[in-house]
């Protein structure tokens, strides 16, 4: 079945470092392909998506391009914020019978910016 | 836009009592949401796909009689955890689908609903 696995975490950097987070996924076809955040005790942000191969989705200063080839879609964000320190997973699509998606999650993770 | 709604923040309640949760997409029409739980520093789980005017279709190992889920109209679900007990203190969060207007293969998440069963 379809999967997505994540770097474990915690990632700690400091202000301004180079941040990468890898995912990397195992699907059927071509499914979207997410990044969404969680800030501490809230729901989930929608960050990025992308749907389809070589697909950069950017926000926020994050990016994350859809690599088939290596079936990855890594985020990556060139100068880190404190702001920033929440937890990201990347997640892909999986579409049903009925028409509706649903999210297949990898296990997040926390990132910690310190000033 | 692409607002999602979720009431109460966070209850308290004692063992035995039924505890109702409310999800609702403020600015959209969803036909589907989505229901998931979420343990401290852990992933979300999928308990429950909510479709309008039909059934839930609950996950595997989800108990269908313990958490109940009526998606009454195209804004909003509800999850009604019946009989609770202390097992079932989790963060609750629900998520939906546009049906139109919007990406409708995107989810679009809820604040969240974080229940203390005492």
């Known amino acids: 079945g379809n999967s997505v696995t994540q770097m474990e975490g915690p990632v700690t950097l400091s202000e301004e470092a180079f941040l990468t987070i890898n995912c990397t996924y195992t699907?059927?076809?071509?499914?979207?392909l997410f990044w969404y955040v969680q800030y501490p005790g809230e729901g989930l942000q929608l960050l990025l998506k992308?749907?389809?191969?070589?697909d950069k989705g950017s926000n926020k200063g994050f990016e994350a391009t859809y690599r088939k080839e290596t079936t990855s879609f890594h985020l990556e964000k060139g100068s880190v914020q404190v702001s920033d320190s929440a937890v990201y997973f990347c997640a892909l699509s999986d579409q049903r019978r009925n028409s509706s998606y649903k999210l297949i999650f990898g296990s997040g993770t926390r990132l910690l910016v310190r000033p | 836009g692409a607002v999602v709604s979720q009431h109460p923040s966070r209850v308290i309640c004692k063992s035995g009592t039924s505890v109702k949760i409310e999800c609702r997409s403020l600015d959209f029409q969803a036909t589907t949401m989505f229901w998931y739980r979420q343990f401290p520093k852990q992933s979300l789980m999928l308990m429950a796909t909510s479709n309008e005017g039909s059934k839930a279709t609950y996950e595997q190992g989800v108990e269908k009689d313990k958490f109940l889920i009526n998606h009454a109209s195209l804004t909003l679900s509800t999850l009604t955890v019946t009989s609770a007990h202390p097992e079932d203190s989790s963060f609750y969060i629900c998520?939906?689908?546009?049906?139109?207007?919007?990406?409708?293969?995107?989810?679009?998440f809820g604040p969240g609903t974080r229940l203390l069963v005492l």
């Open positions: 699907a059927t076809g071509y499914p979207s």
């Open positions: 992308a749907t389809k191969a070589d």
């Open positions: 998520s939906a689908n546009p049906q139109s207007g919007w990406d409708q293969e995107t989810q679009y």
